[in-house]
T-cell receptor
């Protein structure tokens, strides 16, 4: 049990739609990162938020955006969905400074299917 | 950018067999290295880590040694159990924020 909860667990959307995925972290976890895991692949870093500000971004287009809230919850928003966006989306939280903290707590993920 | 390469899976072993899952990396500098495990229906969990050359990470009977000469971080266990069946990911920390993962190795242990 990692204390990180993601919702929904599964989601089906059609191409061109928008989607919001949610993550609830443990109290005190001031850093949240989002990863995309395609089938049979390792997770790929989308972005990280630290104290409600974006703190780093991977090679994902601007239609992937996020928010982090003071209550340790966060959102991943994806606009103009494409078929290749079908994947498992993982949220990971941690405490302390991102540069020194090396233990991430992962949620079970949201499986997004784009038809 | 940095990258991680893991041995191709899936790997199937009998209970009590010796396990090795190979992992090599390409990176500038000497990043921290990790093994994560993903059990069915669950999120990734940190299994072990090493932060500098020649460090050995260990947990639950698993071990991995940070080898900068061969840029490797192979995962080993002397005697696997059915409960070790999972997907194992090797990863490194690039910069201050992100983990770079290998593609994962699915391990199945038969009784």
């Amino acid at each position: 049990e990692t204390g990180v909860t993601q919702s929904p667990t599964h989601l089906i959307k059609t191409r061109g739609q928008q989607v919001t995925l949610r993550c609830s972290s443990q109290s005190g976890h001031n850093t949240v990162s989002w990863y995309q895991q395609a089938l049979g692949q390792g997770p790929q870093f989308i972005f990280q938020y630290y104290r409600e500000e974006e703190n780093g971004r991977g090679n994902f287009p601007p239609r992937f955006s996020g928010l982090q809230f003071p209550n340790y919850s966060s959102e991943l928003n994806v606009n103009a969905l494409e078929l290749d966006d079908s994947a498992l989306y993982l949220c990971a939280s941690s405490t302390g400074q991102p540069s020194t903290n090396e233990k991430l707590f992962f949620g079970s993920g949201t499986q997004l299917s784009v038809l | 950018g940095d990258s991680v390469t893991q041995m191709e899976g899936p790997v199937t072993l009998s209970e009590e067999a010796f396990l090795t899952i190979n992992c090599t990396y390409t990176a500038t500098g000497y990043p921290s290295l990790f093994w994560y495990v993903q059990y069915p229906g669950e999120g990734l969990q940190l299994l072990l880590k090493a932060t500098k050359a020649d460090d050995k990470g260990s947990n639950k009977g698993f071990e991995a040694t940070y080898r900068k000469e061969t840029t490797s971080f192979h995962l080993e266990k002397g005697s696997v159990q059915v409960s070790d069946s999972a997907v194992y990911f090797c990863a490194l920390k690039e910069g201050a924020q992100k983990l770079v993962f290998g593609q994962g190795t699915r391990l199945t242990i038969n009784p």
